[in-house]
């Protein structure tokens, strides 16, 4: 588990209100102390990249009359709604707070209007309400030293929740939890936070996170068996390499190479298991006599489990008969060399040299027998393999309806974002064509019943005919479809 190390907090103000930003500097002293990174930026900066704003920890808008305000200039602009944008980041587990400080009495933005504000009073910093202004700002670095440790709490229940997630705990302390943190009000002087507001805040975010986190290690997980078990009926024993979507997901659980590789060797023994035990299953079947009474019962009953079995492996009927065939020729040969063997031991046991030389000639002529055989058999199954290769091949051009993600409009910030189900992960484009990067994803008829066609597999190809969006309602993701081409093999209706 990775453990934070630096938090970055990052101040924007104005030029003109660089007198406030001296003022708070000496108070923040004991932030810079405890390790804590500070960044101070103005409007005319040039050291800002916002690409790297989703890096930071916490946002400080220093609110004056002066700043912020969307005024002609267009960097003004990009700077505040690429800070307003950090709270929407999906990759972020931990949302990056964004809190107004109140240095001047002015006129709010709307845009700002559902930020964290302090001091928390409601009375700017320049307000002669404060007894001295050094108390004001006092006031502003106790208020966001709050607010810093509970970030560091929710980082530490979300790396909480990484690790029960991925099965690295069972357990947590919770209790323990939330008086360390309360130790560390006390030390630096802090209003005591309630115990129930803690605990709120461990039932609903860690739970809420846990269970997203545990939903997407069985998204990793389910993906990486479809790829192994496809590499399996290919007859390839090449590692499952991670697409963009899967390193994301790797990244989000904060999966180790290590544990990936881990993942995957469990994921192959399981299967690897499935496989030996559907040949003995196979075995048994071809081992029962004829369909009657007792022995139809039986027959039946394995015939189930083959093919559940076979399901879960993602076989398809072609690829079951051929191990059925290649099993029932293993057995007939195996039958045929212990018949043989029986007969050779009763012809040594004669003693006479006529008994001998029939022996040593039948040896040779099974040797010689089953050497043709085998290469028969290979030969045999070489010609139904690719039989049925050309019969999969056969494929025909199909249209229909997928669902090619979600949409959602933040309205507090008129901010879209958009979660792909294809690959490349750019808002799709028509005439273009993709991959699909979830497990499954249903190819639907062009109708009100919209009957299943297909369930496409990871990495199906798919062209974009159309885009069909229905738009987000208030607060609600709204569901994007596409109808799309794609090639499916020639039996699919």
């Given at each position: 588990?990775?453990n934070?190390t630096?938090?970055?907090i990052?101040?924007?103000y104005?030029?003109?209100?660089?007198?406030?930003?001296?003022?708070?500097?000496r108070?923040?002293?004991?932030?810079?102390?405890d390790?804590?990174?500070?960044?101070?930026?103005?409007?005319?900066?040039?050291?800002i990249?916002?690409?790297e704003f989703?890096n930071l920890?916490?946002?400080?808008?220093?609110?004056?009359?002066?700043?912020?305000?969307?005024?002609?200039?267009?960097?003004?602009?990009?700077?505040?709604?690429a800070?307003?944008?950090?709270?929407?980041?999906?990759?972020?587990?931990?949302?990056?707070?964004?809190?107004?400080?109140?240095?001047?009495?002015?006129?709010?933005?709307?845009?700002f209007?559902?930020?964290?504000?302090i001091?928390?009073?409601?009375q700017?910093?320049?307000?002669?309400?404060?007894?001295?202004r050094s108390?004001?700002?006092?006031t502003?670095?106790?208020e966001?030293?709050?607010?810093?440790?509970?970030?560091?709490?929710?980082?530490?229940?979300?790396?909480l929740?990484?690790?029960?997630?991925?099965?690295?705990?069972?357990n947590?302390?919770?209790?323990?939890e939330?008086?360390?943190?309360?130790?560390?009000?006390?030390?630096?002087?802090?209003?005591?936070?309630?115990?129930?507001?803690?605990?709120i805040?461990?039932?609903?975010?860690?739970?809420q996170?846990?269970?997203?986190?545990?939903?997407?290690?069985t998204?990793?997980?389910?993906?990486?068996?479809?790829?192994?078990?496809?590499n399996?009926?290919?007859?390839?024993?090449?590692?499952?390499?991670?697409?963009?979507?899967?390193?994301?997901?790797?990244?989000?659980?904060?999966?180790s190479?290590?544990?990936?590789?881990?993942?995957?060797?469990?994921?192959?023994?399981?299967?690897?298991n499935?496989?030996?035990?559907?040949h003995?299953l196979?075995e048994?079947?071809?081992?029962?006599?004829?369909?009657?009474?007792?022995?139809?019962?039986?027959?039946?009953?394995?015939?189930?489990e083959?093919?559940?079995?076979?399901q879960?492996?993602?076989?398809?009927?072609?690829?079951?008969?051929?191990?059925?065939?290649?099993?029932?020729?293993d057995?007939?040969?195996s039958?045929?060399?212990?018949?043989?063997?029986?007969?050779?031991t009763?012809?040594?046991s004669q003693?006479n040299?006529v008994?001998l030389?029939f022996?040593?000639?039948?040896i040779?002529?099974?040797?010689?027998?089953?050497?043709?055989?085998?290469?028969a058999?290979?030969?045999?199954?070489?010609?139904?393999?690719?039989?049925?290769?050309?019969h999969?091949?056969?494929?025909k051009?199909?249209e229909?309806?997928?669902?090619?993600g979600?949409?959602?409009i933040?309205?507090?910030?008129?901010?879209?974002?958009?979660?792909s189900?294809l690959?490349?992960?750019?808002r799709p484009?028509?005439?273009?064509?993709?991959?699909?990067?979830i497990?499954q994803?249903a190819?639907?008829?062009?109708?009100?019943?919209?009957?299943?066609?297909e369930?496409?597999?990871?990495?199906t190809?798919?062209?974009?005919?159309?885009?069909?969006?229905?738009?987000p309602k208030?607060?609600?993701?709204g569901?994007?479809?596409?109808?799309?081409?794609?090639?499916?093999?020639a039996?699919?209706?």
């Amino acid at each position: 588990m990775n453990n934070l190390t630096i938090v970055k907090i990052l101040f924007l103000y104005h030029t003109k209100d660089e007198k406030f930003i001296k003022e708070l500097d000496r108070q923040l002293d004991s932030l810079r102390s405890d390790d804590y990174d500070l960044i101070f930026e103005h409007e005319q900066s040039n050291n800002i990249n916002i690409e790297e704003f989703e890096n930071l920890n916490i946002i400080c808008i220093m609110g004056t009359a002066n700043f912020p305000k969307y005024s002609n200039s267009n960097w003004d602009s990009k700077l505040i709604e690429a800070a307003l944008g950090c709270q929407n980041l999906d990759h972020k587990l931990v949302k990056t707070p964004i809190i107004y400080i109140y240095l001047d009495y002015h006129t709010i933005p709307r845009q700002f209007n559902s930020l964290e504000r302090i001091p928390r009073n409601g009375q700017p910093v320049s307000s002669k309400t404060w007894s001295r202004r050094s108390q004001a700002y006092y006031t502003v670095v106790c208020e966001l030293r709050k607010e810093i440790y509970l970030l560091e709490y929710k980082i530490k229940m979300t790396q909480l929740a990484q690790d029960k997630a991925c099965y690295r705990i069972v357990n947590m302390n919770v209790d323990a939890e939330i008086s360390l943190l309360k130790s560390k009000f006390n030390e630096a002087n802090l209003p005591d936070l309630d115990h129930s507001e803690l605990q709120i805040i461990y039932e609903q975010y860690y739970h809420q996170i846990l269970k997203n986190l545990e939903q997407k290690y069985t998204e990793l997980v389910d993906t990486l068996d479809l790829c192994i078990k496809y590499n399996k009926r290919k007859g390839s024993q090449l590692k499952p390499s991670l697409s963009s979507e899967m390193q994301k997901l790797k990244n989000l659980l904060n999966l180790s190479e290590d544990e990936v590789d881990d993942i995957i060797k469990s994921l192959n023994q399981t299967i690897d298991n499935k496989y030996s035990h559907l040949h003995k299953l196979i075995e048994n079947y071809c081992s029962v006599p004829q369909e009657q009474g007792d022995n139809f019962s039986e027959k039946s009953r394995l015939k189930a489990e083959i093919n559940n079995l076979a399901q879960s492996l993602c076989l398809s009927k072609e690829e079951l008969t051929r191990i059925v065939n290649r099993i029932k020729i293993d057995r007939e040969i195996s039958d045929l060399f212990s018949q043989a063997f029986d007969l050779i031991t009763w012809l040594f046991s004669q003693e006479n040299i006529v008994s001998l030389l029939f022996g040593l000639v039948l040896i040779i002529a099974l040797s010689s027998l089953s050497q043709s055989q085998q290469t028969a058999t290979q030969t045999s199954l070489d010609k139904s393999s690719e039989t049925s290769h050309a019969h999969l091949s056969e494929t025909k051009l199909v249209e229909g309806i997928i669902t090619i993600g979600w949409e959602d409009i933040n309205y507090n910030t008129f901010q879209n974002t958009f979660k792909s189900h294809l690959s490349p992960e750019s808002r799709p484009v028509i005439g273009q064509e993709y991959n699909v990067n979830i497990p499954q994803l249903a190819l639907k008829q062009e109708s009100d019943q919209e009957e299943i066609i297909e369930i496409l597999p990871f990495g199906t190809k798919v062209k974009i005919l159309e885009i069909r969006e229905y738009q987000p309602k208030y607060d609600h993701p709204g569901e994007v479809k596409a109808k799309v081409s794609v090639q499916l093999p020639a039996t699919t209706k």
